[in-house]
DNA sequence: CTCCATTGTCTACAAATGTGGACGATAGAT
DNA sequence: ATCTATCGTCCACATTTGTAGACAATGGAG
């Protein structure tokens, strides 16, 4: 097995450009050193370096090697660090767990500028659509989208966003059939809707009025980008929250239907175990989640 | 100065789960590896390992350690194979010019699998809508998005992809105005164009029939996305590449005008400059382009 | 419960590496 | 041309590491 340890004295002295300053700053023999290198390059079978009494420079194939051999190095020097504990930012794994849209709605967008704020914490997210017990299963945290406030399941919980759900149709839908003046229009009108035992939508406006209309059944999914499209298709009238159809009302490719009207909210809630002496990367998680989101 | 040695010991003993296996692998005595690994514990002042005459499980921090200390092997064995010349891919850097647009809708999807197909070669690629002279400013190639043939430089070029342009509209502005049937109908549809002086748009047909037409002038701008999103907003009829409006041709967002005519072509070519000896690394970027895109 | 195959640890001894100091080479100062 | 300070190399000896084999521990098979 190779003496990978003269990989890292040949780093040292292209470092410091000579066996002489080189012992000096590793304070070693420099005899150890050159005969180190020496070694190494008997056993490669190349001239790594140049070097007579007073010249030295570094073979092209020196130069290659070196690239590698200092990596090395600085993988070397972090993994001593992460055992000594020099890096102070919060390091170690954080558990998440959220929904499949969630997760592709917020997520994706949060956690890549997470990891690289936090270079020594592990990310881990697990999105899926099944129930998750938080604690059983070993999650840190929970990113729960809701329609209704959580129960009290003894977990503390942190609202960090909340979204309008809205109305809307491609301009195409609305001059075929047009557009609603109130909700009880809707009724007449073709509904995306995301099972076919939803029971309409709950509308509120800023008064507080509550209505409930059923629009007619025209497509069913319950995957909120295929919702998207059918409506971008001029399907018919679907409800989604705002942040989804964002970039198509932007677009011009949906529009608002009965903009004073809202088809309820979804809420974003963090859901930590209630556990005490909270990690630090998990506080430095939420932390970072709820600076980056506007407050619900 | 420690043994780095021991790094690799504990990552190889890591990867085969124990020193026994470990020793085996690597045809050295197990009492070797246990020494080396305990000394690396004494030293760091940590359990890395837990370990009993049957049970083998790697603590958290030797999990941290183990990162690194398998980077570290990876990094020793990627320098050994330079020297001994194991890696057969090109190597050094190739330096591509592109304009912003043939950047974001080409180069963004290509060079990330090129620089993962070819780990030692660095991509470097500079996106400019400005005059670049590809010889004086030391670039490797440059891709060139034209629709008429490219002057004769004295650079190889290579055509890599022929991209039709294609008449769209929304469907609500062809709801709107009427689908025109014939070139000639376009006089009297609003053209969404790249500029004022444009000459309107030469149509060809399978048939080899070519039409010179110009619609009225509703829109002007010089950037595709920005004539992409007029078009969808039911603006007026445009003139794209297919690639530019493919998605939102898939989502029904924009609609073919006149299907059986073309506006012309844009091609995609590769200018190198025409040197002896061309590198290994220019000629790998190129043929994997080329192995990429459908010929033109 | 007993037996057995295999694990990891320990240690005395063999082998390999680290080192101090001498020495030839060399480039700059005088 | 000469001198000097410092370079890298070499080597005899000191120090450290590698190893074979014994041994306690352990989990699965019977």
């Given at each position: 097995m190779r003496n990978l340890n003269d990989f890292i004295v040949f780093a040292h002295v292209v470092d410091h450009k000579g066996?002489?300053?080189?012992?000096?700053?590793?304070?070693?023999?420099?005899?150890?050193?050159?005969?180190?290198?020496a070694e190494l390059?008997?056993?490669?079978?190349?001239?790594?370096?140049?070097?007579?009494?007073?010249?030295?420079?570094?073979?092209?194939?020196?130069?290659?090697?070196?690239?590698h051999a200092a990596a090395m190095l600085i993988e070397a020097e972090a993994a001593e660090a992460v055992v000594k504990g020099r890096l102070a930012e919060p390091s170690g794994t954080v558990r998440i767990t959220a929904s499949v849209p969630t997760a592709q709605m917020m997520l994706a967008d949060l956690l890549p500028p997470l990891a690289l704020a936090y270079p020594k914490m592990r990310v881990m997210l697990h999105a899926t659509d099944r129930f998750v017990d938080v604690v059983q299963e070993g999650f840190d945290i929970a990113v729960r989208d809701h329609f209704a406030p959580l129960p009290d399941s003894g977990m503390v919980q942190r609202r960090v966003a909340t979204d309008a759900i809205l109305l809307v149709a491609s301009p195409a839908y609305l001059e075929n059939r047009g557009h609603p003046r109130d909700p009880s229009d809707l009724s007449r009108h073709d509904g995306l809707?995301?099972?076919?035992?939803?029971?309409?939508?709950?509308?509120?406006?800023?008064?507080?009025?509550?209505?409930?209309?059923?629009?007619?059944?025209?497509?069913?999914?319950?995957?909120?980008?295929?919702?998207?499209?059918?409506?971008?298709?001029g399907l018919g009238i679907t409800a989604l929250p705002r942040k989804i159809c964002r970039t198509e009302m932007e677009a011009g490719s949906l529009v608002r239907v009965l903009p004073d009207w809202e088809a309820g909210s979804v809420t974003t809630t963090l859901l930590m175990p209630h556990r005490r002496g909270q990690l630090p990367s998990v506080r430095a998680v939420v932390d970072f989640i709820v600076a980056r989101l506007p407050a619900g």
């Open positions: 066996f002489a300053p080189a012992a000096r700053a590793l304070n070693v023999p420099k005899s150890t050193l050159s005969k180190r290198v390059e008997r056993t490669l079978g190349v001239r790594l370096i140049n070097r007579t009494s007073r010249r030295f420079t570094v073979t092209e194939i020196g130069e290659d090697f070196y690239r809707l995301a099972s076919l035992t939803s029971e309409g939508w709950t509308m509120r406006n800023e008064a507080g009025v509550v209505v409930r209309v059923r629009p007619m059944p025209r497509f069913l999914a319950d995957e909120s980008h295929v919702l998207l499209s059918a409506a971008v298709s």
